[in-house]
């Protein structure tokens, strides 16, 4: 187990991660401490030498992008998922396995990429990733197959909301309804009945669906 970060040290290691993957070579001192407001490229090395230390980068002297990951580190920044990266005014929000609209089907609990959202669209504070669907119960709420649906499982969640809910261990999109004590997940396509959930113990809300991406072909 690596040694725990600070939350600074935590995020250079990310802006590192990221900056790799957008221009296929690790950032220079001088980048990140544009990026992080650090005046010195000193001060940016003593974070780099306390990640070096702690097990999380290598960096080679001689070169000006010579950082590169211990191994094993990005898969550890990869389950970070349901954290949202703020990044120049914008929100990377992890896309997480795929979710059922019709029959349910075992939502994986396996980031297949991510979507980027303007960060007026979103509050800071919300911890949200975004589930693939598959299915048609939905197409009545404008919700369609291969749509990406926004979740947030911070948002309070009350009766007629579009909802992410984990049954056992699949996971559906459904309008959540409860009446007398009693939870329904009702689609929007009269092709599908509603679903009563009898056995609350292998029943949890994920989270409220906020928004829906969707790209046309």
């Not at 290691?13 to 000193?42: V, W």
Request: hydrophobic letters at 40%.
């Amino acid at each position: 187990m690596k040694n725990k970060l600070t939350d600074r040290q935590e995020e250079i290691l990310t802006f590192i991660k990221q900056f790799r993957e957008e221009n296929g070579y690790p950032p220079t001192l001088r980048e990140i401490g544009k990026k992080f407001g650090i005046s010195s490229t000193f001060g940016v090395k003593r974070h780099l030498d306390a990640l070096v230390k702690k097990g999380y980068l290598n960096i080679e002297s001689n070169a000006s992008r010579g950082i590169s990951f211990q191994k094993g580190v990005e898969e550890i920044q990869d389950e970070k998922f349901f954290r949202i990266q703020e990044d120049y005014g914008f929100y990377k929000i992890p896309v997480v396995g795929r979710v059922a609209a019709g029959i349910p089907i075992l939502a994986e609990e396996n980031i297949e990429g991510s979507v980027v959202i303007d960060s007026s669209f979103m509050k800071k504070s919300e911890d949200c990733f975004a589930l693939k669907v598959k299915g048609d119960s939905m197409i009545n709420a404008g919700i369609f197959e291969n749509d990406l649906v926004i979740i947030s499982n911070k948002r309070e969640i009350v009766n007629g909301d579009i909802v992410v809910a984990l049954l056992e261990d699949e996971a559906t999109v459904k309008t959540y309804e409860i009446k007398n004590k009693s939870i329904r997940l009702l689609p929007q396509n009269n092709n599908y009945q509603p679903i009563d959930i009898k056995d609350v113990e292998n029943f949890k809300l994920i989270g409220k669906v906020i928004g829906i991406v969707r790209w046309l072909n």
